[in-house]
């Protein structure tokens, strides 16, 4: 197959597979926001887990034996007790309205005992994989020990699809050398259908919102869409390192200045909304400095005082490109348009989540949202399920959009 933008080479479906009786070993990306409340881990936002159900639904209703692993956050090898995904699994029982069970391991002999008694329907999840460090380090010997209770592999994870990890690259290889077939699941086959495949030939105009803070982070991804898209609209504070390659002053606002050779044929903001940063002499959690962001206003001038920094795009910005959002057939957007979390910034970030919203229902646009905080602000502004399609994955739908290959889809076998 031929594509400019995302190649993607068909692989095995969990429609493909005969389950029946068999272990299914299935990765998912349970790696959802927690917090801690009354000295309980609580899930903040279920949509990681909600995604994978339709999956599960069918292995359930086909007789399999089913083992979810999955990670969440960066144990770094510990058992560190925030991070057990033992609420998860608590969560997943109501969700799917049937006991799941709990090992308080991802290897080992009380994994092997409890999948000996399982039964066809019956659903497991084991501890945290990166309580190992052998996890991330994709080690074969655990990925071995982990493949002793898969018949055949599932990959649900298109969150961790852009790791080669243990449970995402080392897991299907044993499973295949030993001739079982690795699929995809369902939000699996969904992520690669609207963030590849409909994109490959979009209905026109195409356009493309892209924020957040950083060039270095999307330069790869404008790179490919500069002569797939009509336009590429751009927030955030990547923004100010494009406005900087033009010649502006752009204060105190985050930018980078090795990038700025980069990305012409784009639209900027012609207005910010910008404030003064004042050190409080306080320090965050992370032992960084806590600014107290003052006397925020419009600027509609080329240049950024230098006292101040951009948080949003402005007005006018925010109307002519919610203009061009409203117009489009294809829309594609990654990362919002100014520090959306703080009320005062987080005008432009919801005038473009509307006519996103406009642009789906009466212009019958596809919409798809490419994961991270763009998803968040949708959320934030009640408009999360108004749109085609939003991505469940950060990182791993970047460097999808980048056309990389993912090491988590490349491990699963052929059709
Ligand atoms: C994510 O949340 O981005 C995925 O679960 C991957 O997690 P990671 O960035 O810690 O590998
Ligand atoms: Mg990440």
Redesign the pocket.
């Known amino acids: 197959m031929l594509c400019d933008l995302v190649c993607f080479m068909p692989k095995l479906t969990v429609r493909d597979l005969q389950v029946r009786g068999k272990r299914i070993f299935v990765r998912v990306?349970y790696?959802v926001p927690m917090e801690e409340k009354d000295g309980q881990m609580v899930i903040n936002d279920i949509t990681r887990i909600k995604e994978t159900i339709p999956t599960l639904d069918s292995l359930i209703q086909n007789g399999a034996k089913i083992i979810l692993a999955a990670?969440l956050?960066?144990p770094k090898g510990q058992r560190e007790a925030s991070m057990s995904l033992r609420p998860v699994a608590h969560k997943l029982a109501d969700m799917l309205v049937r006991p799941v069970a709990f090992v308080d391991d991802c290897i080992g002999e009380k994994v092997e005992k409890t999948v000996s008694v399982m039964q066809p329907g019956d659903v497991l999840l084991l501890e945290n994989l990166r309580y190992y460090n052998e996890e991330e380090a994709n080690d074969p010997a655990f990925a071995e020990k982990l493949a002793k209770v898969a018949d055949l592999y599932v990959n649900d994870?298109f969150?961790?699809a852009?790791?080669a990890h243990a449970s995402t690259a080392g897991v299907p290889r044993v499973v295949a050398k030993r001739g079982g077939q690795c699929a995809a699941g369902f939000l699996m086959e969904r992520e690669l259908k609207f963030l590849g495949d409909e994109l490959e030939s979009p209905a026109r105009p195409f356009v493309v919102i892209l924020g957040g803070a950083k060039v270095s982070d999307k330069i790869k991804v404008i790179d490919r869409l500069l002569d797939k898209a009509e336009t590429i609209l751009i927030g955030g504070a990547m923004a100010y390192t494009f406005k900087l390659a033009l010649g502006h002053k752009t204060g105190k606002s985050l930018v980078e200045r090795d990038r700025v050779d980069l990305a012409k044929a784009v639209l900027l903001p012609t207005d910010n909304i910008i404030a003064t940063p004042v050190d409080t002499g306080k320090l965050n959690k992370k032992g960084k400095p806590v600014f107290d962001l003052q006397n925020p206003r419009v600027n509609s001038a080329p240049d950024i005082p230098d006292d101040a920094e951009g948080f949003d795009i402005g007005p006018e910005t925010a109307r002519r490109y919610a203009e061009v959002v409203r117009s489009a057939k294809t829309i594609l957007w990654n990362g919002p348009m100014g520090m959306f979390e703080d009320k005062r910034f987080a005008d432009g970030t919801n005038t473009i989540a509307k006519a996103v919203v406009e642009a789906t229902e009466k212009n019958g646009a596809k919409s798809i949202i490419g994961g991270?905080d763009s998803v968040k602000a949708l959320n934030n502004a009640g408009l999360g399920d108004r749109v085609t399609f939003m991505s469940t994955?950060?990182?791993?739908s970047l460097e999808f959009l980048e056309g990389a290959e993912l090491p988590g889809v490349a491990a699963l076998t052929d059709k």
């Open positions: 990306d790696n990670h956050g960066r994870a969150g961790a852009h790791r991270g994955g950060g990182g791993a």
